[in-house]
């Protein structure tokens, strides 16, 4: 633990200089920019902002692209609280009570909530990423092809199954459609081109960063002009300053919400939204106001807020341990540390010991960074919202295309981006949720090599992908989630936990009469 605390000081200390912190700064700024305008979502700020920075030093792009997705999530709140319109999908749950308290005349003091859900949110999933991603690391030792193999499937399955509770079939056919894609290009062992039909640039494959751009870009300027014209509720801001003894008696809720956002961010693919709404509807189970809840609630605005924050570093873990992304911005994360030659994966303790706790110190610089700003400038940031769309989204598309070019100068990328943009609008219109697709995309190359190195390794049987200890536990839970996806399956299983628990009460009520 003290050597821990020794390479967090040394790592901080690295980042207290005026270029490290002016970067902290502007970078935020942009992220909370980005983050409050409705339809520039985190993962386009973090990809396009990738773009920009790969010919940086590893450290300072790092630290910008972190300061860029944390503000972008905080930044949402802005827009959720005062259009009724979440500036990013992780900012979803933070409209049913941001927006009633806003209408009510309280939108300042709303504000200022979710600026300290923000903050504390953040600090706490930074803690459990400095305690459990060196253990992580260390566990992940013991993982080879056989448990890769299956982390993806799981990543794929899970991420289809939360962030389409619906339709879980829809999330996995958009995952799976990003496997296909993950497949384009020369394979991994031994470079053999794969459904190229004799084009090079196909033989390259199909870039991520371009891939992301247009689903989360050029595919969010189509919808929103597609919608109409957003206008802001809430003319007059009262104190934006959160009061400390009005934060301290939601205690209970801020652990709760921040260890249920720091978990939601660990399982692949399902990010920051889900983190956001898990932990809010644990703290309406809990609340002695729950009926306040959808109306106007601080309680339920707070675990909103601290959930999907928490979930940025919880997002990350599994980025640093096993190279698999938590959420959307979290994969453009891993693929910006790939070309600035960081490594992650369960050797970064042993190759990077120190990157870990770099990232640790980037995110409370950011957590710090997003407080100033909540309490400074949450006034003149509002005049972002005033920006018309019809003059922002040219700069954004012009910004997608740079962008997009700019990885690998290779045209091909841009019509790459194009035609992810429409399909990604496509899908959305169907009501397919894009985070499986990506992860589908970020996870295919790992799937790919760790079943044909394992059938490798055991001869053609693959009896050692159903038999090794930990793969045995990732096949089943990839079994039991598709199984309770099965409505018919649920409602058996639901009626025999009913009927078990029912026999349980009857039991004591009996041996307490007795």
């Not at 901080?12 to 520039?40: D, N």
């Amino acid at each position: 633990m003290l050597e821990n605390l020794a390479s967090f000081g040394g790592a901080l200390a690295g980042f207290l200089t005026p270029e490290a912190l002016f970067a902290t700064l502007w970078a935020t700024f942009v992220g909370i920019c980005v983050g409050m305008m409705p339809g520039l979502t985190a993962t386009l700020g973090v990809a396009l902002m990738t773009t920009l920075t790969f010919r940086m030093a590893a450290g300072d792009a790092i630290l910008i692209l972190i300061c860029m997705y944390v503000g972008a999530i905080y930044g949402g709140s802005r827009s959720a609280i005062l259009l009724n319109m979440p500036g990013t999908p992780a900012s979803a749950a933070t409209t049913l009570d941001g927006f009633p308290l806003a209408r009510s005349g309280q939108a300042g003091h709303a504000m200022a909530t979710a600026t300290s859900g923000s903050v504390l949110g953040s600090l706490i999933g930074m803690i459990c990423l400095a305690i459990f991603a060196p253990w992580l690391a260390e566990f992940a030792l013991d993982f080879g092809a056989y448990e890769f193999f299956w982390l993806a499937v799981f990543g794929i399955v899970i991420s289809g199954h939360l962030t389409a509770l619906d339709d879980p079939l829809k999330g996995w056919i958009a995952g799976f459609l990003g496997l296909l894609v993950a497949m384009v290009g020369q394979e991994g062992i031994h470079a053999y081109e794969r459904f190229s039909f004799g084009n090079s640039d196909l033989a390259g494959g199909i870039g991520l960063l371009p891939a992301l751009v247009g689903a989360f870009g050029f595919a969010e300027i189509l919808s929103v002009m597609k919608n109409r014209p957003y206008r802001v509720v809430a003319d007059a801001v009262d104190s934006v300053i959160p009061k400390v003894r009005e934060v301290l008696s939601y205690w209970r809720t801020i652990i709760r919400s921040g260890l249920i956002g720091t978990t939601m961010g660990l399982v692949p693919g399902v990010g920051e939204d889900m983190g956001a709404w898990v932990s809010y509807a644990a703290a309406r189970r809990a609340s002695k106001e729950r009926k306040k809840f959808g109306k106007g609630s601080l309680e339920g605005l707070m675990s909103a807020e601290t959930g999907n924050s928490a979930a940025v570093p919880g997002a990350i873990i599994p980025v640093l341990t096993l190279a698999v992304p938590g959420s959307a911005p979290a994969a453009v994360l891993l693929a910006a540390m790939y070309i600035h030659g960081v490594r992650p994966g369960p050797l970064i303790m042993i190759e990077f010991p120190s990157f870990v706790f770099e990232v640790v110190a980037m995110i409370l610089l950011a957590s710090l960074a997003i407080l100033l700003y909540g309490i400074l400038l949450t006034k003149p940031l509002l005049r972002v919202l005033a920006v018309p769309r019809e003059k922002l989204m040219p700069v954004v598309f012009v910004l997608c295309t740079v962008g997009s070019f700019a990885i690998a100068s290779r045209t091909f990328d841009i019509w790459v981006m194009l035609a992810f943009g429409l399909i990604g609008f496509v899908l959305r219109e169907m009501k397919y949720p894009m985070a499986p697709l990506v992860l589908g995309i970020v996870l295919g190359d790992i799937l790919d090599k760790s079943l044909r190195r394992g059938l490798v390794l055991s001869d053609g049987d693959p009896a050692p992908f159903f038999t090794r200890p930990i793969s045995l536990v990732l096949w089943l839970a990839v079994a039991v989630t598709i199984a309770m996806s099965i409505p018919v399956v649920r409602a058996a299983v639901t009626r025999g936990v009913g009927s078990a628990m029912h026999a349980l009460g009857v039991r004591k009520k009996q041996e307490a009469n007795e």
